[in-house]
């Protein structure tokens, strides 16, 4: 089970970049690292996903390095409206059922 | 294409009643899971199901709860005789396949309160 550690809340300010770093020791060889945003009283929404090097969409980066034992959300010029809780998570696959599995999350609050 | 649709939003139910959720998936989503949220706490898998069957139930309590997704209609989260401890978000999401890379796309949630 690859479970994923990351860190609590983070804080920052309007036009930052904001990195929430992920780890993932036991990540399986086939697993995708994948991170979603949540609002509170919302359900999660998906970010992005990759599985190595680097993935950039129009909302945010992700980096993962050569071992893929962590990876890193990277959020340019945030806004108030990223404040946000942001989950990693590894697809755990079990007896051939691929299950998303949430940790903890990373609550991040952006300041004016 | 309507997103995946979870109701009702908000339920109230006193001990001992019985709460019934209800998950309309993604239209060509096959695959279902349900998970519970407690307050200030992330998602917490409770199962899985693809049509008709149940794929993965180890996040489900063993009594009392139980989920279905049959061929027609929504899949439903029953919980009988409801107690305080359940109340929670419980969150439906579905996706096109299971697999690694696949999106789960998320309802906006049932806020279920046991009073």
């Given at each position: 089970l690859a479970k994923t550690t990351q860190p609590i809340s983070m804080d920052s300010y309007e036009g930052q970049e904001v990195n929430i770093t992920c780890s993932h020791n036991n990540i399986a060889t086939n697993d995708y690292i994948t991170w979603y945003q949540q609002f509170p009283s919302?359900?999660?929404?998906f970010i992005i996903q990759g599985y190595k090097t680097k993935v950039t969409n129009e909302v945010a980066s992700l980096f993962i390095p050569a071992d893929r034992k962590s990876s890193t959300l990277s959020l340019p010029r945030v806004s108030l409206s990223d404040t946000a809780?942001?989950?990693c998570l590894v697809v755990f696959a079990s007896?051939?059922?691929?299950?998303?599995t949430f940790g903890r999350g990373t609550s991040l609050i952006v300041h004016p | 294409n309507a997103g995946v649709m979870q109701n009702p939003r908000h339920l109230v139910r006193r001990?001992?009643?019985?709460?019934?959720?209800?998950c309309s998936p993604m239209k060509g989503h096959s695959h279902v899971y349900w998970y519970r949220q407690l307050p200030e706490e992330g998602l917490k898998f409770m199962v899985y199901l693809q049509k008709e069957n149940i794929i993965d139930e180890s996040g489900m309590p063993k009594e009392r709860f139980s989920a279905e997704f049959p061929k027609e209609g929504p899949s439903i989260l029953r919980i009988q005789q409801v107690v305080r401890g359940d109340s929670a978000a419980y969150f439906c999401a579905s996706s096109p396949y299971s697999g690694q890379g696949a999106e789960a796309f998320f309802g906006q949630g049932t806020r279920l309160t046991v009073v």
């Open positions: 919302q359900g999660p929404r809780v942001y989950y007896g051939g059922s691929y299950i998303p | 001990r001992g009643q019985e709460a019934r959720l209800r």
